[in-house]
Structures are given as structure tokens and as C-alpha cells.
């Protein structure tokens, strides 16, 4: 069974652009949530999504959005890049859907963006 | 404010002995408990978890520990082995809602 896959694994931008992230779920999984990891703040949650609908928000930005497809791919994108969104951004996957209880993530080997 | 507080940054222990990381929360509401271990360049991997409703929970040479009264978990791995060294985040859910994190402990075991 496939993991988490998430594209790309590395990449570099400059301020004021706009990054794209992908995430292909593991099979069956309809649940994705997004983390961003930086050092100083560990992982901090970005947002969830189950059946093409966000759940729940963390506490970031409007420059941070996402979306999921309804084969249950998901990406998240950052407009109006600063360097402070240098981090290495985790996707992860449930079979569960948010609010049924024990939540056991799959996480994918994440993004690492760079802004200069 | 941080709900979720591992407050050990590193550990450092010899192979063979017993690794000890604490984790505490704030947030009562909270109703399952995970731990994750991270290697770099790779996601966190599911290690253990505990629901609320129970106080200990054994998987092989890993074990947590839930005391609610203190709000306080810990991860125990005995015997620790050098492939145990890694960054460890503990994480707590509400209701299967999304993971609240800690700030991770970095875990060295010297052989």
C-alpha cells in the first residue's frame, strides 16, 4: 500500500511569489490535514479536509488556502510568499473522518520550501 | 499559548537504558494522546497512542503513561537502542478533531 506522496519534496521560491503543494493521500483515505513545521514553532496545523470540504482551520493567514479533490488529492498554496513561510510543510491522511474519534495520522516525507 | 508543552528540547541516554519523555497539556478537553517519532528528511511515524479512558498503554519496548489529574503523559522506551535516536512529538486530539503538537524532544542514545 502506497504512502503518502507528497510533490515536491524540495523547493525554492522569492518573496512575493506564489507556491503550489501536492498531496496524494493513501489509498482509501478521504481525510488530509496540513502541517507547517519551522523550528521555532514545531508543527502547527494549517487545515483539514474530508470529502472535498474544509473541517477545521488552524490559525493562519488568508495566504494559506487548500482544496481537496474528490479522489481525495489535496493541495495547499501560499500566495504572496514572506520569508517566514520558510518550512517544511507535512501532509497527512485518515481513514477516519475529523470528529469520529481516535485520529491516527499518516504523515507524507513533507515539502521543504525555501523563500529568499 | 501552547496547549501541548514537551519542555526536555534533548535527552541524551545510553544504549540499553530506559528513555523517559514527558509531555504535558492544558487543554482538558483533550481525549486521545499520540506519540510520533521523526527522523530528518522523513514525516513523523506513529509510534503509540492512549485514550483518555485508560492510564497506560504497552506496545513492545514502548509504553505511555497518562496521569489526567496532572495532565501529564510520558513515553518510556526500555531497553533504548541507538536506531531510537530521533526527534519524538507528542500530540493530543479532541474528539478526532486535528493534533495539537508538542515541540518535540530530541532523543540521543550513545551506544
Known amino acids: 500500500k502506497a504512502g503518502v506522496t507528497q510533490t515536491p519534496r524540495y523547493l525554492i521560491k522569492t518573496r512575493g511569489q506564489q507556491v503550489t503543494l501536492s498531496c496524494s493521500p493513501i489509498?482509501?483515505?478521504?481525510?488530509v490535514s496540513w502541517y507547517q513545521q519551522t523550528p521555532g514553532q514545531g508543527l502547527q496545523f494549517l487545515f483539514e479536509?474530508?470529502?472535498?470540504?474544509?473541517?477545521n482551520k488552524g490559525n493562519f493567514p488568508g495566504r494559506f488556502s487548500g482544496r481537496q479533490f474528490s479522489n481525495s488529492r489535496s493541495e495547499m498554496n501560499v500566495s504572496t510568499l514572506e520569508l517566514g513561510d520558510s518550512a517544511l510543510y507535512l501532509c497527512?491522511?485518515?481513514?477516519?473522518?475529523?470528529?469520529?474519534?481516535?485520529?491516527?495520522?499518516?504523515f507524507g516525507a513533507g515539502s521543504r520550501l525555501t523563500v529568499l | 499559548d501552547q496547549q501541548v508543552k514537551q519542555n526536555s528540547p534533548s535527552l541524551s541516554v545510553q544504549e540499553g537504558r530506559i528513555s523517559i519523555l514527558n509531555c504535558d497539556y492544558t487543554?482538558?478537553?483533550?481525549?486521545?494522546f499520540l506519540w510520533y517519532k521523526k527522523y530528518p528528511a522523513e514525516g513523523p511515524t506513529f509510534l503509540i497512542s492512549?485514550?483518555?479512558?485508560?492510564d497506560k498503554n504497552e506496545d513492545g519496548r514502548f509504553t505511555v503513561f497518562l496521569n489526567k489529574s496532572a495532565k501529564h503523559l510520558s513515553l518510556h522506551i526500555v531497553p533504548s537502542q541507538p536506531g531510537d535516536s530521533a526527534v519524538y512529538f507528542c500530540?493530543?486530539?479532541?474528539?478526532?478533531?486535528?493534533?495539537?503538537f508538542g515541540g518535540g524532544t530530541r532523543l540521543m542514545v550513545k551506544p
Open positions: 487543554n482538558s478537553m483533550f481525549d486521545y
Open positions: 500530540a493530543a486530539s479532541d474528539a478526532g478533531n486535528m493534533l495539537t
Open positions: 489509498s482509501g483515505h478521504r481525510s
Open positions: 497527512a491522511s485518515s481513514a477516519d473522518p475529523p470528529g469520529s474519534g481516535a485520529n491516527v495520522l499518516t
Open positions: 492512549i485514550s483518555s479512558i485508560k
Open positions: 479536509y474530508f470529502s472535498e470540504t474544509q473541517r
